[in-house]
Each structure stands twice: as C-alpha cells, then as structure tokens.
C-alpha cells in the first residue's frame, strides 16, 4: 500500500491522521512478523553450525551485517543491527 498523498487526502486533518496511522499499524504488524521469521531463521542457522561443529557465531557475517545497517541507517542502524542480531542468537 503506498502513501496518503496530498492528492489522496481525506476531507479533514483528522481523517488523514487516522489513515496514517492506521498504515503504521500495517508496517508495524509486518516489521513484527518479519523480526520473528528472521529471528527463528538466525535462531536455525546456529543450530546448524554447531551441529555441524562450526562455532555458534561468525563474527564476519554479524560485521557486515552492522556495517549494511550503518551505512543504509546511519548510527540508528547500528543500534538497529545489534538488536537483530541479538534476537536471531541471543546476548554475546
């Protein structure tokens, strides 16, 4: 679903709000459903590696990683990045 533009605006500021919010809430409900696909998908990878006698991390993979975020987001991104990470494997 794309943005409320200015053309596609509701008759009152009040309706436009409520439709902006309510495609937050759309975001919202996919940015969560994503962070826990990728968190169980993370939570597999490691289970693989160790069972395959890798370690639980690759510190490569988690650098680069931050460094997309960082350069996509800027320092929110890193912050951003090191939550991820840390859901897909758990505190270091």
Do not use: C, N, Y
């Not at 794309?2 to 919010?21: C, F, K, N, V, Y």
């Not at 993979?61 to 990470?85: N, P, V």
């Amino acid at each position: 679903m794309a943005a409320i533009t200015m053309e596609q605006q509701p008759t009152s500021p009040d309706e436009h709000i409520a439709g902006l919010r309510s495609r937050i809430d759309e975001i919202d409900a996919a940015l969560i459903a994503l962070w826990k696909e990728r968190a169980a998908i993370s939570q597999q990878v490691g289970k693989t590696r160790i069972a395959a006698g890798g370690t639980r991390l690759v510190l490569s993979r988690e650098r680069e990683i931050l460094e997309r975020f960082s350069s996509e987001l800027g320092a929110d991104g890193t912050q951003l990045a090191l939550l991820i990470l840390r859901a897909g494997r758990g505190p270091l």
